[in-house]
């Protein structure tokens, strides 16, 4: 059941899906002394005595009357007041977070998430199948605006992004790229991808959809088709650096007249089946092969690309410029938990005759095309070559059980990686946690600051073997309290980084920067030196992304019912302030296993205590 929220319906919406839409509040500017102050408490545990009070020097200036962090919060609250402006950030985020961002969208945007196996479909074309049906069943949900927005606590979230999910791409150019939208009711194809060959398949066949089992012969004809000869890796292009694929793109394009109409129908396409020819066994394969896979048998600028391995495995890869993970999670828990329990309308079990089979894309080319195919896969190679990732499956416990430690399981969560990499370091470091701001017009996300004076304390104390388990056990609350005192603000856009990010593009060209943008501890304070995430599905066996920074961890986790999830991610061997860690990721993953052991025994004994009562 939809809850009953406060926001009043719009009746003239186009549909359910966004019949809050227009009366959800706007993103709002912070109070400039309030985020100061949160600000000057988030750097207090990360810099020392003498570097705060530089810090403290630099923020007194930025607020004092008739100063320049005055006039800049006045420019911001203008712009965020502007009727023409629906979300003040939103311009300058996408392109400054995203599209204007030049570094491979593969490990450093792009996410995954790895299926669990379906019992049932062990075949790859029945899986893609199945799978396609599902997905397509979502996105008739979305394009008819008939979708039941998401709620948090009570009140309805922005379902704006929704519109960036099916037949879409995003487009390589300079010096940003560019968001393309295509008519979804038009365009009824999909595009498999078998061998690095490229084909059309469309998913109508006189105005009647294909069934499951008309979908199953399609894919098994593409994989007949493309047979056992690879074909040129166009799709590895996409796995470069974005002014380079502009380039390369532009040269494709170039190449043949009849380029322009291929490149259109893989962009226009409702989404993308990736048919690959790896068999990923572990779990930390699977989770590679979703993540970037052998980055030939992909077209990464497709916000959707649903993998489906050799052996029956399944992924899916979301390209993440104009869609966070929150509404993919959605649509992959449609997707997954929707063939589990057989909601899925598979239709008809007869195929009809006459569907036309799926029709190659071929892309006519020149030595300088393949030469920048050439150049692209040896690019991805060694970019891949240079990053590791693993999967913690902490099988121990999970919600069911934290809930009874009396806490919140995101906090636990959270207190368990900061433990976990101070056993490592021996320091706490700067750590972020994404909040959504989708109670917001477009909102996003926020940074919740994981690291405050209390989380450092609490590890401290979990590693003082002189402290009784009453005194770990305060000091892990009143971490608990303080990160979910921050994410509660963060949620309502009352963190500090979105917040100083529009001050900071509020100066004019040619403005002086204030000091406080200058501080060492500004830049050093969001340096990720842990970047973090949670979405969760008992569905899924592995979600995440690559690490913020090359000193630092990408730490993607799940907090199922009776298990959690890790996903470790950094570069091989990294280097952190000055000294080499072999297979750190490793370290890292065993570091935050320890931490779960440990903390779960220090609260079982409270548990237990109480249970004597």
Same mark, same amino acid.
């Given at each position: 059941?939809?809850?009953? /929220?406060?926001?009043?319906?719009?009746?003239?919406?186009?549909?359910?899906?966004?019949?809050?839409?227009?009366?959800?509040?706007?993103?709002?500017?912070? %109070?400039?002394?309030?985020?100061?102050?949160?600000?000057?408490?988030?750097?207090?545990?990360?810099?020392? %005595?003498?570097? @705060?009070?530089?810090? #403290?020097?630099?923020?007194?200036?930025?607020?004092?009357?008739?100063?320049?962090?005055?006039?800049?919060?006045?420019?911001?609250?203008?712009?965020?007041?502007? /009727? $023409?402006?629906?979300?003040?950030?939103?311009?300058?985020?996408?392109?400054?977070?995203?599209?204007?961002?030049?570094?491979?969208?593969?490990?450093?945007?792009?996410?995954?998430?790895?299926?669990?196996?379906?019992?049932?479909?062990?075949?790859?074309?029945?899986?893609?199948?199945?799978?396609?049906?599902?997905?397509?069943?979502?996105?008739?949900?979305?394009?008819?605006?008939?979708?039941?927005?998401?709620?948090?606590?009570?009140?309805? #979230?922005? #379902?704006?992004?929704?519109?960036?999910?099916?037949?879409?791409?995003?487009?390589?150019?300079?010096?940003?790229?560019?968001?393309?939208?295509?008519?979804?009711?038009?365009?009824?194809?999909?595009?498999?991808?078998?061998?690095?060959?490229?084909? @059309?398949?469309?998913?109508?066949?006189?105005?009647?959809?294909?069934?499951?089992?008309?979908?199953?012969?399609?894919?098994?004809?593409?994989?007949?088709?493309?047979?056992?000869?690879?074909?040129?890796?166009?799709?590895?292009?996409?796995?470069?650096?974005?002014?380079?694929?502009?380039?390369?793109?532009?040269?494709?394009?170039?190449?043949?007249?009849?380029?322009?109409?291929?490149?259109?129908?893989?962009?226009?396409?409702?989404?993308?089946?990736?048919?690959?020819?790896?068999?990923?066994?572990?779990? %930390?394969?699977?989770?590679?092969?979703?993540?970037?896979?052998?980055?030939?048998?992909?077209?990464?600028?497709?916000?959707?690309?649903?993998?489906?391995?050799?052996?029956?495995?399944?992924?899916?890869?979301?390209?993440?410029?104009?869609?966070?993970?929150?509404?993919?999670?959605?649509?992959?828990?449609?997707?997954?938990?929707?063939?589990?329990?057989?909601?899925?309308?598979?239709?008809?079990?007869?195929?009809?005759?006459?569907?036309?089979?799926?029709?190659?894309?071929? @892309?006519?080319?020149?030595?300088?095309?393949?030469?920048?195919?050439?150049?692209?896969?040896?690019?991805? %190679?060694?970019?891949?070559?240079?990053?590791?990732?693993?999967?913690?499956?902490?099988? $121990?416990?999970?919600?069911?059980?934290?809930?009874?430690?009396?806490?919140?399981?995101?906090?636990?969560?959270?207190?368990?990686?900061?433990?976990?990499?101070?056993?490592?370091?021996?320091?706490?470091? /700067?750590?972020?946690?994404?909040?959504?701001?989708?109670?917001?017009?477009?909102?996003?996300?926020?940074?919740?600051?994981?690291?405050?004076?209390?989380?450092?304390?609490?590890?401290?104390?979990?590693?003082?073997?002189?402290? $009784?388990?009453?005194?770990?056990?305060?000091?892990?609350?009143?971490?608990?309290?303080?990160?979910?005192?921050?994410?509660?603000?963060?949620?309502?856009?009352?963190?500090?980084?979105?917040?100083? @990010?529009?001050?900071?593009?509020?100066?004019?060209?040619?403005?002086?920067?204030?000091?406080?943008?200058?501080?060492?501890?500004?830049?050093?304070?969001?340096?990720?030196?842990?970047?973090?995430?949670?979405?969760?599905?008992?569905?899924?066996?592995?979600?995440?992304?690559?690490?913020?920074?090359?000193?630092?961890?990408?730490?993607?986790?799940?907090?199922?019912?009776?298990?959690?999830?890790?996903?470790?991610?950094?570069?091989?061997?990294?280097?952190?302030?000055?000294?080499?860690?072999?297979?750190?990721?490793?370290?890292?993953?065993?570091?935050?296993?320890?931490?779960?052991?440990?903390?779960?025994?220090?609260?079982?004994?409270?548990?237990?205590?109480?249970?004597?009562?």
């Amino acid at each position: 059941m939809a809850p009953n /929220p406060k926001t009043p319906v719009d009746p003239n919406a186009a549909g359910p899906m966004l019949r809050y839409q227009t009366n959800l509040p706007k993103l709002p500017v912070p %109070d400039l002394n309030e985020t100061l102050q949160k600000y000057l408490s988030s750097v207090r545990p990360l810099v020392s %005595d003498e570097e @705060f009070k530089r810090t #403290m020097q630099a923020a007194k200036e930025f607020a004092a009357p008739g100063g320049l962090g005055q006039e800049l919060q006045k420019r911001l609250l203008a712009r965020a007041n502007d /009727p $023409s402006i629906v979300n003040w950030m939103e311009e300058w985020w996408n392109d400054q977070a995203y599209m204007g961002y030049r570094d491979p969208v593969v490990v450093y945007v792009s996410y995954f998430f790895a299926y669990k196996d379906d019992k049932l479909r062990k075949v790859p074309a029945q899986r893609a199948a199945a799978i396609t049906t599902a997905a397509l069943e979502f996105k008739k949900l979305v394009v008819e605006n008939k979708l039941e927005p998401e709620y948090a606590k009570g009140e309805p #979230m922005c #379902m704006d992004s929704y519109k960036y999910m099916f037949n879409n791409c995003r487009v390589a150019n300079k010096p940003s790229d560019i968001a393309t939208i295509f008519d979804p009711v038009k365009n009824t194809h999909i595009i498999a991808i078998r061998k690095n060959k490229f084909y @059309f398949v469309d998913t109508v066949h006189n105005g009647v959809q294909l069934n499951t089992k008309e979908l199953e012969q399609q894919f098994q004809r593409v994989i007949d088709q493309a047979g056992n000869i690879k074909g040129l890796a166009i799709g590895a292009m996409t796995t470069e650096n974005r002014d380079k694929w502009t380039d390369f793109r532009q040269l494709l394009l170039n190449a043949n007249p009849n380029n322009k109409e291929v490149m259109n129908k893989i962009e226009s396409a409702s989404f993308v089946v990736c048919l690959d020819d790896l068999q990923p066994i572990t779990r %930390d394969e699977l989770c590679r092969a979703g993540w970037h896979g052998d980055g030939r048998n992909r077209f990464f600028d497709k916000p959707l690309q649903f993998i489906v391995f050799d052996n029956g495995r399944a992924a899916f890869n979301g390209e993440h410029s104009c869609m966070d993970g929150t509404a993919t999670c959605r649509l992959n828990e449609y997707v997954c938990d929707g063939l589990a329990r057989n909601l899925i309308k598979h239709g008809s079990n007869n195929v009809r005759s006459g569907i036309a089979a799926p029709q190659e894309l071929v @892309f006519i080319v020149n030595k300088e095309v393949e030469q920048a195919v050439a150049v692209a896969e040896q690019d991805f %190679d060694a970019l891949i070559g240079r990053h590791e990732m693993t999967v913690l499956a902490y099988k $121990s416990f999970g919600k069911n059980l934290i809930k009874k430690f009396k806490c919140s399981p995101d906090g636990f969560v959270q207190m368990a990686i900061q433990l976990g990499y101070y056993k490592m370091f021996g320091v706490s470091r /700067p750590t972020y946690e994404s909040g959504q701001t989708r109670k917001f017009q477009r909102g996003r996300t926020e940074t919740s600051r994981s690291v405050s004076i209390e989380s450092v304390a609490f590890v401290k104390a979990m590693e003082d073997p002189t402290l $009784s388990n009453e005194q770990k056990i305060a000091a892990f609350r009143k971490a608990l309290k303080s990160q979910g005192a921050y994410m509660a603000e963060a949620v309502n856009n009352r963190g500090v980084d979105r917040h100083m @990010f529009g001050l900071k593009n509020s100066l004019k060209a040619g403005e002086k920067k204030p000091d406080l943008f200058e501080d060492p501890a500004f830049a050093y304070s969001s340096h990720w030196f842990i970047s973090t995430s949670q979405l969760s599905s008992e569905h899924f066996d592995g979600y995440g992304w690559g690490q913020v920074v090359d000193d630092g961890f990408g730490c993607a986790y799940m907090i199922k019912n009776n298990a959690l999830q890790f996903n470790c991610a950094s570069v091989k061997d990294l280097v952190v302030d000055g000294k080499k860690y072999i297979n750190g990721t490793y370290q890292f993953k065993q570091a935050i296993e320890d931490a779960c052991d440990e903390m779960h025994d220090l609260l079982m004994t409270e548990v237990n205590a109480q249970a004597k009562l």
